[in-house]
């Protein structure tokens, strides 16, 4: 279980605050959405979830509790251990989230590499399982390929994969699908549907689109300038927003959409 | 691999050729009548008719491009106006010096600026700043004929290591004649390992800020191994260009050293044959001096294609 209490995060080069007092708790087995518009401090709070705030450049407070272990205070050295084994992070340009220059099989088992002792030839049998349970076709001809030589689809497939090889009780996804057409991102969000249904991990769910949201998430937080504004069951909000700006957010969706979702 | 090394090297070809032509028509345009200037004004005409055919100046110009080019490779550069030798026997062993102080200095370039780019990356941040770019900028500033000159003195005349003004035979004296040449390749080299340093730190720190390495982080990599795994990897392609351009450049820069430390390279012998207007001897140091750069260029090509696979499609990748 994840619980965030009175986060706050102030970048020293910005006046206002990116997050400004966000509370949160993620059940074990939940997929959070969390939908805000540009800048209003959606990838700041998964970073300072994930340990990837530049700490040197911002001051922070508030508890961020994984399980009961801290992690926005926690050391480097112990925020490594968490990365890839109990968090797995997934972001929005897979292409340039990917090394150009490391074969896709290897970034895939790369927590494996840091994590675990198994040999290349145990890692390379875990990363293919990895691949077919994120429904990667050919998986063995995937492993020896560079990201360029792989669509945008399969990318972050591969990263899901990546990120998910450990099996990470946690998974953050900051808008895995924004950058894919929109068929693909059907597939994506049915893959993280399955992925959690199946594995029980928790996720969160980092999307500027409610649409997107609703399909996949049962709970959501709605973030404006860095607050949470309204918060409960996806449905719920749907149906009765009660923010001014959750409404505006829903009027934003195109009505043949909106009506299509219920 | 295979398919763009060929291609590769049948770019290389081509450019040579055309280099080669090239050089070839320009100096058949500068050269006016290399027979009459060779005679003087007063020789009888048919003295002059005589030297012409002798030198196979009354050929036509593609036959003699042709004919000098087929030379070329085969070690016949032609022969000199002023000394009525072969040229490759005149310039042979300067070639061989020249070629030696460029590869030394090279090799002092590749070996030191590496793992010093690493360790300004890694060192040379917080309270080192100031020194580590102050002591750049110096390196950088020192022209080599400078340090030549203090070497010299230092070395050849208080300490009497070598003797600037007298190099040993390569062949009687091979270790002598090697540490003259590696006195003139610290000259050389200083600069170029400064901008060479500042330029792989500067690359590491720009790769430390793609988005790549915040994914490495998150999967638990350190800093360290983060530079060691993934950024030195992907800061390397544009070393080895920088580096391809400054082995490309170093053969002409011997020049100068070759005259302060006394070294008898090309470039004292090139000097000398452009005062007295010997064109087949500068035309010859022109074309090697041009191949040499081509070559460099083709080298840092192809070992960036072995780095990065993007770069073997066909090249217009970013
Ligand atoms: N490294 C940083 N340094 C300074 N300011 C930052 C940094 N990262 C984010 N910010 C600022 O923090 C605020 C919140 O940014 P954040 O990236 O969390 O927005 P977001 O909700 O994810 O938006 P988007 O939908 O565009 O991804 C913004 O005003 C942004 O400019
Ligand atoms: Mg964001």
Redesign the pocket.
């Known amino acids: 279980m994840l619980v965030i209490k009175d986060l706050h995060v102030k ?1 020293d ?2 006046d ?1 605050e ?2 400004a007092g966000v509370s949160l708790t993620i059940e074990d087995g939940e997929i959070l959405g969390l939908v ?10 998964a970073m300072s979830i994930a340990g990837l705030l ?1 700490r040197k ?2 001051t922070y407070s508030g508890d961020i509790l994984l399980d009961g272990q801290d992690l926005l205070h926690a050391k480097r050295s112990d925020l490594r251990k968490i990365h890839g084994t109990k968090i797995g992070v997934v972001f ?1 340009e897979p292409m340039s989230s990917m090394d150009p220059l490391m074969k896709v099989g290897e970034q895939v088992g790369e927590a494996l590499r840091i994590h675990t002792k198994l040999d290349r030839q145990a890692r390379k049998d875990k990363v293919i399982k990895a691949m077919e349970s994120v429904e990667l076709r050919d998986p063995e001809a995937v492993y020896d390929k560079y990201p360029h030589e792989l669509s945008g689809g399969m990318q972050q497939r591969a990263m899901i994969a990546a990120a998910i090889i450990t099996e990470p009780s946690l998974l953050l996804l ?2 895995p699908t924004t950058a894919l057409d929109v068929t693909i991102q059907a597939q994506i969000l049915e893959l993280l549907k399955k992925l959690n249904a199946e594995r029980k991990m928790s996720m969160l769910f ?1 999307s ?1 689109n409610l649409n997107v949201v609703r399909k996949l998430c049962r709970k959501v937080a709605v ?1 404006q300038k ?1 607050c949470l504004v309204e918060e409960g069951l996806t449905d719920e909000i749907f149906l009765n927003p009660q923010h001014p700006y959750t409404k505006r957010l829903i009027d934003a969706i195109p009505t043949r959409i909106r009506k299509e979702g219920s | 691999m295979m398919k763009y090394v060929l291609k590769r090297i049948g770019m290389l070809v081509v450019t040579m050729l055309l280099v080669s032509f090239l050089t070839f028509l320009a100096f058949e345009l500068i050269s006016g009548d290399p027979a009459r200037s060779m005679l003087g004004t007063n020789a009888p005409s048919y003295q002059v008719d005589a030297l012409r055919h002798e030198l196979g100046l009354d050929q036509p110009f593609f036959l003699r491009y042709f004919k000098w080019l087929t030379g070329f490779f085969s070690g016949d550069l032609g022969i000199s106006y002023s000394y009525r030798q072969p040229v490759w026997d005149l310039i042979g062993s300067k070639l061989m010096i020249t070629i030696l102080l460029s590869l030394i200095s090279f090799a002092l370039i590749v070996i030191i600026s590496i793992p010093m780019g690493i360790f300004s990356y890694q060192w040379g941040g917080g309270p080192f700043e100031w020194i580590r770019t102050s002591f750049n900028q110096l390196c950088m500033a020192i022209p080599p004929f400078f340090t030549g000159i203090l070497l010299s003195y230092v070395f050849g005349i208080l300490f009497r290591v070598f003797s600037p003004g007298d190099f040993p035979d390569l062949y009687e004296e091979p270790g002598a004649a090697f540490l003259h040449l590696f006195f003139g390749a610290i000259c050389l080299s200083i600069p170029r390992i400064a901008m060479t340093t500042r330029m792989m730190r500067s690359t590491i720190v720009s790769e430390m800020n793609k988005a790549y390495v915040r994914t490495a982080i998150s999967r638990g990599n350190d800093r360290r191994s983060v530079l060691v795994t993934h950024v030195l990897k992907n800061s390397l392609t544009s070393v080895v260009s920088f580096l391809g351009q400054t082995m490309a450049e170093i053969l002409a820069a011997t020049i100068v050293v070759e005259q302060v430390l006394g070294i008898p390279g090309l470039g004292r012998f090139l000097v000398l044959s452009i005062a007295q207007r010997d064109y087949p001897v500068v035309q010859a140091i022109v074309v090697i001096l041009a191949f040499w750069v081509v070559l460099a260029g083709t080298l840092a090509d192809l070992i960036n294609q072995s780095i990065d696979p993007r770069l073997r499609l066909g090249g217009d990748l970013a």
């Not at chain 1, 805000?36 to 709070?45: D, I, L, N, R």
């Open positions: 970048f080069n910005r206002r990116a997050v805000g518009e540009s800048g209003s401090g959606k990838s700041v709070t530049p450049q911002c929005q900051d808008e980092i500027h973030m860095g």
